[in-house]
């Protein structure tokens, strides 16, 4: 327990093993920890629930859905090799965890980034310019890297004893893994984490982007099924198995949702113009295997139905939005 004048820290956790370190890091000098998990369409807050949970420290989660798709517009630094910008993303994630430091009286803000161990995001330029655009300056603590950085505020200030910081750089977990496993501390594998640099993900995205078809629900359907393109300003989304169509008609508005109407197949989501509709109908019946060249009901939301032949298959693999390769420079 902290005792009662401890210096409080608010922590951006998303319940990985450098953020677990950091934390406990903290709380072994007398810290008095909170964490707190964002939640967006691209990322979910579970891990982060489930890591402070385990270490049994008080936690919160963020919404930090309208901060990511303000940013998806037009991030002003700029995106990573994906649909990711992560200067922009990590600088308001801190400028967040600084408004709620200021309201509930918090000392200062720490992550458990470390240094170098993404060179675009984790350099010092990088860590630099997100410290300065978050507002935050040195009032954000990295107790992973701190002794390879200048000291920032609590630990000039003598919150922190900063002998007892680590000196960690680099993308290898090693130091990481023995800090836990000295503490019997469960962590888990380094996972991808945020769909944003996901290559399929990604380029569902840019398509929703460039029709003009952005927002927080569609950005939600683009992480089920497969996506096709059915002209401008219109796309479809098709489910390849049963918890994707499960999930497609849980995210969907009933009118949205086709299906095929006497014999079992994928559902599908209708994004954007309605006028798409009869070529969406014909690649459910494609991927409903319903045989070349017959005739198949297809309903079709608030429109009743539709009576469509299979799309050929090689016009539905011109309409597949596949992963991005390209790279941003
Ligand atoms: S990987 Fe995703 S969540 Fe992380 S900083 Fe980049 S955009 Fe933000």
Redesign the pocket.
């Known amino acids: 327990m902290p005792a009662e004048n401890a210096p409080r820290a608010l922590g951006a956790f998303s319940g990985g093993l450098d953020g677990i370190v950091a934390a406990v890091l903290l709380a072994e000098q007398g810290v008095e920890v909170a964490l707190a998990t964002f939640s967006s369409p ?2 979910d807050p579970d891990r982060g629930r489930e890591a402070a949970a385990r270490l049994g420290m008080d936690w919160r989660e963020l919404d930090f859905t309208d901060d990511m798709m303000r940013l998806l517009e037009s991030p002003p630094s700029g995106f990573g090799r994906r649909m ?3 200067i922009d ?2 600088a308001a994630m801190l400028a967040r965890l600084g408004s709620v430091m200021a309201d509930e009286r918090f000392d200062f803000v720490f992550t458990g980034e470390v240094l170098g161990q993404r060179p675009m ?1 984790q350099g010092l330029n990088s860590l630099n310019r997100v410290a300065r655009l978050s507002g935050l300056g040195d009032r954000i603590l990295r107790p992973l890297s701190a002794r390879l950085l200048p000291p920032t505020a609590p630990e000039r200030n003598g919150l922190i004893d900063r002998a007892r910081m680590l000196a960690i750089s680099g993308r290898g977990r090693r130091e990481q893994i023995e800090f836990a496993r000295a503490r019997g501390l469960s962590f888990p594998l380094p996972s991808g984490g ?1 769909l ?2 996901d290559p399929g993900y990604s380029a569902r995205l840019k398509v929703l982007v460039s029709e003009g078809l952005l927002t927080a629900g569609n950005a939600r359907l683009a992480r089920v099924g497969r996506m096709i393109r059915l002209g401008r300003g219109s796309v479809g989304i098709v489910g390849r198995d049963e918890a994707e169509n499960a999930m497609l008609e849980s995210l969907a508005a009933p009118s949205d949702i086709l299906r095929l109407a006497d014999r079992p197949g994928p559902s599908a989501v209708i994004i954007g113009g309605r006028e798409g509709i009869p070529l969406l109908a014909s690649a459910v019946a494609l991927y409903g295997r319903v045989p070349e060249g017959e005739e198949a009901g297809v309903e079709t939301g608030r429109d009743g139905s539709v009576a469509v032949r299979p799309l050929p298959r090689n016009v539905a693999d011109a309409l597949l939005v596949r992963n991005d390769e390209s790279r941003r420079t």
């Open positions: 691209f990322f990711n910008p992560c993303c990590h995001s945020c944003l640099t």
